[in-house]
């Protein structure tokens, strides 16, 4: 009877002690890593729930920039964090592309990283500065046509999201533009703007702004469905690439190993902070969408994601760098 007795207490302790773990998460500060610059698309989702996670935590949630290399230098620094919750990343849907971009990467998409919940969804949209003289896609795709290799796009980076939505265009509508990376979005916005880029596929909300105030055009939205925010943009299938379809996505990962109890928290609480009001009318309003998953959904959905972004960039003829 001992024996069964101490067998007994053994499972009641071990159920009991992740429940006691999560009531107890978070005792100190928690830092969020996103390997993007500040006021990229992934940052902008990052902070948006930070505030509600520390008002609902009582403990101050750090947003710490980690830019560089498509978001493997940050992504990276979480893989070998201590899996306790105190250390997350915010990633984009460019961590499902790296795995095509980057022939070594320091880490392992899947065996490294506990997936916690999508954080965001949203829409990109193509823009051209109003001294290209572009009206339409059709307009854009013509001028590339006519002289190959000339016309370039930019990226928040070899492997970031905005990189995956470029190659999915430049693969379907069979054009021969030249990619440039650059450290974030709002670098790239800016030489758009400029004139330097010829177009680029920017997070809705990075570039609503510059197109209000008409120091962009908006060509298309990457969306199967014309964003509310801008009503009168076709999607990019409507304005003459047929079936193109894209979702900029952000989500949240901590480090492998990271006690379930508390990975199942967080999610609840990412999920409960889009349950506010006032955040998701302030989120609507950049064009942010909700995306609720479970832990184990959000796995299997970055699972999918892998194999989709590993077939559109071979399609292109991107080679692992």
């Known amino acids: 009877m001992r024996p069964f007795f101490h067998l007994f ?22 830092t969020i890593v996103v390997p993007f610059t500040p006021g990229s698309a992934t940052d902008i989702s990052a902070r948006a729930v930070q505030t509600k996670l520390s008002e609902f935590w009582g403990q101050p949630v750090v947003i710490e920039n980690r830019p560089g290399a498509g978001g493997t230098i940050g992504a990276a620094m979480v893989a070998k964090a201590a899996p306790d919750g105190y250390t997350l990343l915010v990633h984009s849907s460019g961590h499902a592309a790296n795995p095509a971009i980057y022939a070594k990467l320091n880490y392992d998409t ?6 916690v919940t999508p954080v965001a969804g949203q829409a990109t949209v193509v823009i051209v500065a109003p001294s290209t003289g572009f009206k339409t ?17 930019g990226s928040a980076g070899n492997g970031s999201g905005t990189h995956l939505a470029g190659e999915k265009f430049k693969g379907m509508s069979k054009l021969d533009v030249v990619h440039i990376p650059y450290k974030g979005t709002p670098e790239a916005v800016t030489d758009t703007i400029g004139g330097r880029l010829s177009y680029y596929f920017s997070p809705i909300a990075a570039a ?3 197109i209000r105030e008409g120091k962009l ?3 298309g939205v990457s969306t199967a469905q014309r964003s509310g925010l801008l009503p009168e943009v076709p999607t990019v299938a409507q304005a003459g690439v047929p079936g193109f379809s894209f979702n900029l996505w952000t989500g949240m990962f901590a480090p492998a190993g990271t006690p379930q109890a508390i990975v199942e928290k967080i999610a609840a609480d990412v999920q409960k902070a889009w349950a506010a009001p006032d955040l998701k009318e302030r989120l609507g309003k950049m ?34 760098q």
Request: hydrophobic share 50%.
């Open 137 to 153: 896609l059709g307009d854009l795709m013509a001028a590339a046509r006519s002289k190959p290799g000339t016309l370039n796009f």
């Open 9 to 30: 207490a053994a499972a009641a302790l071990a159920t009991v002690m992740p429940l006691g773990l999560a009531q107890s998460f978070p005792s100190k500060p928690v």
């Open 110 to 115: 899947f065996k490294d990283f506990a997936e």
């Open 217 to 219: 055009v908006a060509l």
């Open 287 to 320: 064009g942010l969408e909700p995306m609720p998953m479970t832990p184990a959904e959000f796995k299997a959905f970055v699972k999918s994601e892998v194999e989709e972004a590993s077939r559109v960039l071979q399609a292109a003829g991107v080679k692992p």
């Open 208 to 210: 609503l702004p510059h």
